[in-house]
């Protein structure tokens, strides 16, 4: 306007996170604060001691943790994934105590802390106005420590509402804790909240159910790139799918849990007979079908000539676990299996000659081959007896390919949605010794291998 005094911009702080503006306060509340502190600085300070940081001290997996950093930048969110499994455990009825006077005076945070601090167990904070994301910061930070109590007062494993059958038997806490939990993953992974519900029976927990849908989302990328380079799946890239993923604790594959455990961390995808005899494609694969075809299309890229007719019906996905001694119950022809992740040792050992005329604890080790499964592809027959060496290393997965014995008896959508998702499904009348021979077998092999960074390398030929 002319002769108008030009009205000065304010100069806008983008926030380097959001990529928004900054919110402008002027104090932050801290007069407020300050003057509802119950103690001065000095008072504070005695108790900011080695004394009080011993008894409370901060979980060993935060001791010389990296800073948190966004999913999106490769880090795992606000607080770890182990928190979050441990917080997600906590009833109304769990013992903790507060470190006394933890958080220093001038702050709000320290107003609500002297308020909620005297609580002796998780349903006395909440009704003191301490919420789910307190306690994952005060767990963290050793502000705060569960006591021993009575069985049930901390769950095995994290609630699961679809496995709930009255949510009006849920407490406040329960209630809390799954409204947080969700919009938090949401938040974390970029999901639309609505696909977190997770369906009553459904076996996965909110966890669980976020984790995959980045694994498939992640899967999905990965094929679209493969696609557009025109290039096989990598061993790099199964890996990073694989450590997304989240395995499900199986208690019923008692044939291979090793001793002293009680159940091992194993998924089944494509074709399953259940209990009830039903033969039907799991869940899990028809939930996560990006997921379920890279890992099919990082073998059928591979495949050697000698094998090109190789048929599946199955995956067995398997995390950091060795397999005791076992034979499979009633597979049909011969099985697949490579191994992923940073490692030593777990080699797979296989009686190629087992025709389970011996029990399993009198074959001999001398009868048995070794497999190199970090380095080598190998075929065998999973009905002869094989098991797996122990390993050190942060992960090991393996991946088996194989076919249910019953493949003939699935209805024929369930066969044609299979090999919608890659899978090599074989004809009702095959010959399940076409690749491999016979236990013993004189004129075919009755083991094959092949090594992978080989394959890899003639696979990007062409």
Not at 78 to 104: C, F, G, L, Q
Not at 247 to 258: K, L
Not at 422 to 440: C, I, Q, R, V
Request: glycine share 8%; charged share 30%; aromatic share 10%.
């Amino acid at each position: 306007m002319k002769g108008g005094k030009v009205k000065k911009m304010k100069k806008v702080e983008m926030s380097l996170i959001t990529g928004k503006a900054k919110r402008v306060r002027h104090d932050n509340g801290r007069t407020a604060a300050a003057k509802a502190a119950v103690m001065t600085k000095a008072e504070w300070l005695a108790f900011q001691t080695e004394k009080y940081k011993k008894a409370w001290p901060k979980p060993a997996y935060m001791n010389g943790a990296e800073k948190n950093t966004y999913v999106r930048d490769g880090g795992e969110g606000a607080y770890k994934d182990k928190t979050y499994e441990m917080v997600t455990r906590w009833t109304a009825n769990t013992k903790i105590s507060y470190r006394p006077h933890a958080k220093a005076p001038g702050s709000k945070s320290h107003v609500r802390y002297e308020e909620y601090a005297g609580a002796k167990t998780v349903g006395q904070a909440l009704a003191l106005g301490s919420y789910p994301m307190d306690w994952c910061y005060d767990y963290e930070h050793g502000f705060i420590k569960v006591l021993p109590g009575k069985e049930g007062d901390i769950r095995e494993e994290p609630l699961d509402i679809s496995k709930v059958d009255d949510e009006r038997t849920l407490t406040d806490v329960d209630n809390h804790l799954v409204r947080w939990f969700r919009r938090e993953l949401a938040k974390r992974y970029n999901l639309n909240i609505q696909d977190l519900y997770t369906d009553k029976g459904g076996g996965e927990s909110v966890l669980m159910r976020a984790h995959r849908m980045v694994a498939d989302r992640r899967a999905e990328e990965i094929l679209k790139l493969a696609a557009k380079e025109k290039r096989a799946i990598s061993d790099d890239e199964i890996t990073l799918v694989m450590s997304t993923w989240a395995f499900a604790r199986n208690t019923t594959r008692q044939n291979v849990i090793p001793g002293g455990q009680n159940w091992v961390w194993s998924d089944t995808m494509g074709l399953l007979r259940d209990r009830m005899g039903d033969i039907h494609a799991t869940k899990p694969t028809l939930r996560y079908r990006s997921f379920t075809r890279i890992i099919n299309k990082w073998l059928t890229d591979r495949l050697p000539a000698e094998v090109r007719g190789f048929k599946f019906t199955s995956l067995n996905l398997n995390c950091n676990y060795a397999a005791k001694r076992h034979r499979d119950g009633n597979n049909f022809g011969p099985s697949m299996i490579k191994a992923f992740g940073k490692f030593e040792g777990g080699e797979l050992n296989y009686f190629p000659d087992d025709d389970k005329s011996v029990d399993l604890e009198k074959l001999k080790v001398k009868d048995s081959k070794s497999i190199n499964l970090s380095k080598n592809l190998a075929m065998f027959n999973g009905n002869s007896a094989h098991e797996v060496n122990e390993f050190k290393g942060d992960f090991r997965f393996s991946i088996v390919y194989f076919t249910l014995g019953c493949h003939a008896k699935a209805p024929k959508e369930v066969m044609t949605s299979l090999k919608s998702m890659g899978f090599h499904t074989p004809a009702p009348d095959e010959d399940p010794y076409t690749l491999l021979g016979k236990p013993g077998s004189k004129s075919k092999p009755t083991l094959r291998s092949w090594d992978a960074d080989a394959l890899a390398k003639k696979t990007a030929k062409h």
